[in-house]
């Protein structure tokens, strides 16, 4: 009977001593790659601002990491505003991360009307300014997500200077279980990318008019765009993020500031 039970107390002992010896394996392994993942967060976010500027293909698998360092520091200004003054704050836009101050109470707000189902907003914003060679205002990126049928999307929308004209909306990544391929997941399908090239966010009256809509008629307008095709929550999901991030509790009072010359 003692020889069961010595068996017994040193299989435990070995298992507990594995379980330990794993544990801080894996620990250790997560710290130590942590910085790799976040400089390689860092880096994919970049690639997809440079996309919606017009600046990168992103199927381009010959552009290196050098290369897409360069461009961005080159053309791409990211800066913080304000989005309940529309006003820039002194804050490196580059290390700022909206996600984290929208996660805490103190740096972050509880929509009113939240029909992006965003949950919490950060009080503050990065938007990011593209320039040319010479120095001239091109591209005006606002970073927008919204809950699609199965996740959050998160997207880059470009604008021309106007803060009117549509350039790029490129989604770039998926909170949860990310949406159906083939359906919700054609939001990143390059064919319907450039249903969006030239397309105005506002009519003649200042008021929001950007729709997606499966009435043929309005999508072929200036003011449209073709749902996707089995796919209505996921398009309602980007409808509702448009609606949100322009309106009063996004970026509103930027865009208002920036199109009476702010960014000039």
Request: glycine letters at 8%; proline letters at 3%.
């Amino acid at each position: 009977m003692a020889s069961k039970k010595d068996s017994f107390g040193r299989t435990l002992f070995v298992v507990i001593g594995l379980c330990l010896i794993c544990s801080i394996f894996v620990s250790t392994a997560a710290v130590v790659l942590k910085p790799i993942q976040q400089e390689n967060k860092l880096l994919d976010r970049q690639k997809y601002i440079l996309e919606a500027a017009n600046l990168l293909n992103t199927k381009d698998a010959g552009m290196t990491k050098e290369q897409i360092l360069e461009t961005y520091n080159k053309f791409v200004e990211a800066k913080v505003v304000s989005l309940a003054t529309g006003e820039f704050v002194d804050v490196d836009g580059n290390s700022f991360d909206m996600e984290k101050a929208a996660r805490d109470p103190k740096t972050s707000f509880i929509p009113e009307n939240d029909i992006a189902s965003v949950k919490r907003v950060a009080n503050d914003a990065v938007v990011y300014l593209v320039h040319d060679e010479a120095g001239t205002l091109k591209t005006v990126i606002l970073p927008i997500k919204g809950y699609g049928l199965w996740s959050t999307m998160y997207a880059f929308l470009a604008l021309d200077p106007d803060m009117n004209t549509i350039q790029n909306l490129v989604y770039y990544d998926f909170s949860g279980s990310g949406e159906t391929p083939g359906l919700g997941g054609e939001v990143q399908n390059p064919k319907w990318i450039a249903k969006w090239h030239g397309k105005k966010l506002y009519n003649d009256q200042g008021e929001l008019a950007i729709k997606v809509t499966k009435n043929p008629a309005v999508a072929q307008t200036e003011y449209g765009v073709d749902a996707l095709s089995g796919a209505t929550l996921t398009s309602n999901g980007v409808q509702y993020s448009l609606e949100f991030w322009l309106g009063k509790e996004g970026f509103e009072k930027f865009i208002d500031k920036a199109r009476d010359g702010g960014l000039s």
